[in-house]
């Protein structure tokens, strides 16, 4: 078995690629998923189903958008420091509309025009904002960058994080369930979907209707983080704000925690600044309203001393007429009670007479029963051996 080296290996696919014939000056079509220029070089991906081709066109100024149906002339080259097949292009012609950017347009319409993107369903940002959840992946760097701007900005800020597959089959369903999760969650205050840059598949994930049906009824406010500045996908306008980047939506639920102290210190010397001016003001104010207020109460207390020593005057005349009165009747009630007194009656000549503790009379008296007489300074106990009853 022979062994190559990679140098080795590198050197016969370019070769290969380099001398055949089929592939140089080709013109390929396919849809761009990809698209972006630095420094007048472009750099592209060409679509077709799942098959990929990248592309690159030096000394270019020509601006296409992901989607576009192209065809591209160039040559296949292969490079060995990076190991990568690209198309160099030499020019490029607008075909139309791809395939999936027509879906994504239609789709569009479709909840545009049930008026899911509408700025009156929007809502607004808490002012401030003490927690977020966070649905991305938590191996990409989307989630670090998320966390070092908000964190730099301020550093109490609680973030969740619901990790998310944000490519693939699952990613639809992992990103519904994070919205949802932290939807009934009391403890967050936004939820922020994020994911870095891609081509039109790899953002297709965020293009769901589900996906976008499940944003609109998000009760909490949602921020759509997906791709870069250029990129737009359905979230981005069922959401409640869309951020340019992941980066973009870190400070925008943030406040600086710097630029509110300086704030605040600001604000304290302007406040100090009018309390000195007004204090002086306020003072001779205070001053005058005390005057008045001591003159007046003077006044009141004097008019109200002399209304208490008549009240106090009337009340002592009543309650002497009403104790006199008194007196009266209890003298009145006593002298009632003295006629009345039995001790008064018994040293008259009256008796106390009972049998078995009770007063006598004809029903409860037999003869030979005993009887009790209490008089003034005696008591007798006798026998009846005779009644009579009265009739008058």
Do not use: W
């Amino acid at each position: 078995m022979k062994t190559y080296s990679v140098t080795a290996i590198n050197k016969i696919i370019k070769n290969f690629i380099d001398n055949e014939v089929i592939l140089e000056d080709i013109t390929v079509t396919g849809e761009l998923s990809s698209f972006s220029v630095s420094r007048n070089i472009a750099y592209f991906t060409l679509k077709e189903g799942r098959d990929l081709l990248s592309c690159v066109m030096f000394n270019t100024k020509q601006l296409f958008s992901v989607g576009d149906l192209v065809q591209v002339r160039g040559n296949i080259k292969y490079y060995p420091q990076g190991g990568k097949l690209h198309l160099n292009a030499l020019s490029i012609e607008l075909c139309g509309q791809g395939e999936l950017y027509q879906q994504f347009l239609q789709l569009k319409a479709k909840l545009e025009a049930e008026g899911l993107f509408d700025d009156k369903n929007k809502v607004p940002l808490p002012r401030f904002i003490n927690s977020i959840g966070v649905v991305t992946s938590k191996t990409g760097a989307v989630l670090q960058d998320i966390k070092n701007v908000s964190f730099r900005r301020n550093p109490n800020l609680e973030i969740y994080v619901y990790d998310a597959q944000v490519q693939g089959k699952m990613a639809v369903n992992d990103i519904i369930q994070g919205i949802t999760y932290f939807d009934n969650l009391t403890d967050v205050d936004v939820i922020v979907v994020a994911r870095g840059g891609g081509s039109l598949e790899d953002l297709s994930v965020f293009n769901d209707e589900e996906l976008a049906r499940v944003a609109y009824i998000c009760n909490k406010p949602l921020i759509s983080a997906v791709g870069h500045e250029t990129d737009f996908s359905i979230l981005d306008f069922v959401a409640d704000l869309r951020a340019p980047t992941p980066s973009s939506a870190a400070e925008l639920v943030t406040f600086d925690s710097s630029e509110l102290k300086r704030y605040i210190l600001e604000l304290n010397n302007k406040i100090d600044a009018t309390l000195s001016n007004n204090l002086a003001s306020v003072t001779n104010q205070v001053n005058d309203y005390a005057m008045s207020i001591e003159s007046q109460v003077n006044s009141a207390i004097n008019d109200e001393t002399l209304y208490i020593l008549d009240l106090f005057n009337n009340i002592q005349a009543n309650i002497d007429n009403e104790l006199n009165n008194t007196i009266y009747r209890v003298n009145l009630s006593l002298n009632t009670l003295d006629k009345l007194n039995p001790i008064k009656l018994l040293r008259s000549g009256y008796s106390y007479v009972s049998t078995d503790g009770k007063p006598i009379n004809y029903n409860n008296t037999r003869i030979g029963n005993n009887v009790k007489i209490v008089a003034t300074d005696v008591i007798i106990l006798a026998k009846i051996e005779n009644k009579e009853k009265r009739n008058d």
